[in-house]
């Protein structure tokens, strides 16, 4: 619930802005017209600079303990290529075709340190992409690779990123990425990824994805 109020402030902020712009933009008179209609402009698209903020903020998830935020199955399509099928924590399903011998799901998370925290406010998290990866490091440099975006920000507003570059004049909030170690695929394995405050950690569920590890290491 705190990101999709967060992400309901930023809609009233920016609507504030634009019945601002409006006033300007409609007000009478020529003296100062041309400032004010230039200022007016300017809040139009702060306005709309803060509505696409905040769909970007309204994407991530509160993380409250360690949570299943996917699974992922895969089907063998041929010599080190799978399909894999990947249902998110809010039950939609994706599939995607990768090359390579493993996989790997990453997110970005939102943290909130100090003060924030002691308040209460839980980390957001947003699933980023996944990708195939081969075994052999002659491969992995010669051979198709295979990555998939899981989530774009609207017209190159990402507040993650906003954050991540602005880290000394933001430091009551950190944006850090978090990645399952690469996971090996096989023909029928099926995994859970979860998400804690310590990272991302992918889990075998049947026997096909233990076999797979096991194998692996």
Do not use: C
Not at 107 to 135: E, H, N, T, V
């Amino acid at each position: 619930m705190f990101y999709e109020g967060l992400a309901l402030a930023v809609v009233a902020m920016g609507i504030v802005l634009l019945l601002i712009s409006l006033k300007l933009l409609l007000r009478g008179g020529w003296i100062f017209g041309w400032l004010r209609g230039m200022l007016g402009l300017v809040l139009v698209g702060a306005a709309l600079l803060f509505v696409l903020a905040a769909y970007d903020v309204f994407s991530y998830r509160q993380l409250l303990a360690e949570k299943s935020i996917a699974t992922l199955s895969f089907e063998r399509l041929g010599s080190q290529q799978y399909r894999a099928l990947l249902v998110d924590g809010d039950g939609r399903e994706r599939r995607f075709d990768l090359q390579g011998d493993q996989w790997q799901l990453d997110a970005r998370i939102i943290k909130w340190p100090g003060i924030f925290a002691s308040w209460g406010i839980k980390p957001g998290y947003r699933l980023d992409r996944i990708s195939g990866r081969y075994y052999s490091l002659e491969k992995e440099r010669s051979s198709e690779r295979t990555v998939y975006a899981l989530h774009d920000s609207k017209l190159g507003v990402d507040v993650w990123e906003w954050v991540q570059s602005s880290d000394e004049l933001l430091p009551f909030v950190d944006a850090v990425y978090g990645s399952a170690t690469f996971v090996p695929m096989d023909d029928g394995a099926l995994f859970e990824v979860s998400l804690s405050h310590s990272g991302v950690i992918a889990r075998p569920l049947n026997e096909k994805a233990q076999a797979a590890v096991a194998r692996w290491r």
